[in-house]
């Protein structure tokens, strides 16, 4: 084949490619005995590849529907009378409430 020929189709590459994977020669070697552009080459043994993984391993593009989390309240919840509420009262954070509601008296 002529270095500057690479529109040959997928069949003529699955046989170079087989012959290459028995012939025990690197890519790039066996390229050079059967005057085979280096880098088509490449390109043929990576699509090859990719064509014969098995579906559940091709990765699929698009969007994942997210779900929010409902988030449940923690901690204490204090109502006043005008309608204000105070929540997620914990140990760590009282002293916080404490001022608010002074400054609320």
């Known amino acids: 084949m002529d270095m500057s020929d690479a529109t040959e189709g997928a069949p003529f590459w699955q046989l170079h490619i087989a012959a290459w994977q028995q012939s025990g020669l690197t890519q790039k070697a066996y390229c050079e005995h059967q005057e085979l552009r280096y880098s088509t080459f490449g390109y043929w043994v990576r699509k090859l590849r990719r064509a014969a993984e098995p579906a559940t391993e091709k990765k699929v593009?698009?969007?994942v529907p997210v779900i929010p989390a409902t988030v449940q309240p923690t901690g204490l919840t204090l109502s006043l009378?005008?309608?204000?509420?105070?929540?997620?009262?914990?140990?760590?954070?009282?002293?916080?409430?404490?001022?608010?509601?002074?400054?609320?008296?």
């Open 61 to 63: 593009a698009g969007f």
């Open 81 to 105: 009378p005008n309608g204000l509420e105070i929540r997620g009262i914990e140990a760590n954070n009282l002293g916080l409430v404490r001022d608010l509601l002074g400054m609320l008296a």
